[in-house]
């Protein structure tokens, strides 16, 4: 794992400390934020299941698994940036994360912005979807 002794979310430190052990399962994202670096850090990494695992059960389509694999072919992951965060601390049960992601495809560079929703179930976070219409400014 030379490639990413930093974590590939952008924290600066070293994967392992960061999100590896969260997507290794040796222990659970505190936030909203935190969950959200961690799926990011997934799709660069490639870990499918751990990117299942973390979609909130309502939110799981049949399909799910190939539907990641197939994105996984089509880009590279370079960069990402958090806009914006509501919610989604330690003590909150939902929480709202905006984020730009960089990437690069076979024909040209490409930002995916979203606005990701977060539920905790069980004192875990999930991530619920995409929200169509946020009610924040972006940066």
Request: hydrophobic share 30%; charged share 30%; glycine share 8%.
């Amino acid at each position: 794992m030379a490639k990413y002794d930093k974590c590939p979310c952008g924290s600066g430190a070293a994967t392992e400390a960061c999100c590896g052990g969260i997507i290794a399962g040796r222990r659970t994202a505190r936030t909203a934020e935190e969950l959200m670096r961690s799926r990011y850090s997934a799709y660069v990494l490639k870990k499918v299941d751990y990117l299942v695992q973390t979609t909130h059960p309502d939110s799981r389509e049949d399909d799910l698994a190939e539907s990641i694999r197939t994105w996984m072919r089509q880009v590279e992951w370079l960069k990402l940036h958090v806009v914006a965060t509501e919610d989604g601390t330690a003590d909150d049960e939902t929480g709202r994360v905006e984020f730009i992601a960089e990437y690069l495809t076979s024909t040209a560079p490409g930002r995916h912005h979203e606005c990701s929703v977060f539920e905790k179930l069980d004192g875990e976070w999930y991530y619920v979807g995409e929200e169509t219409e946020p009610d924040y400014a972006t940066a």
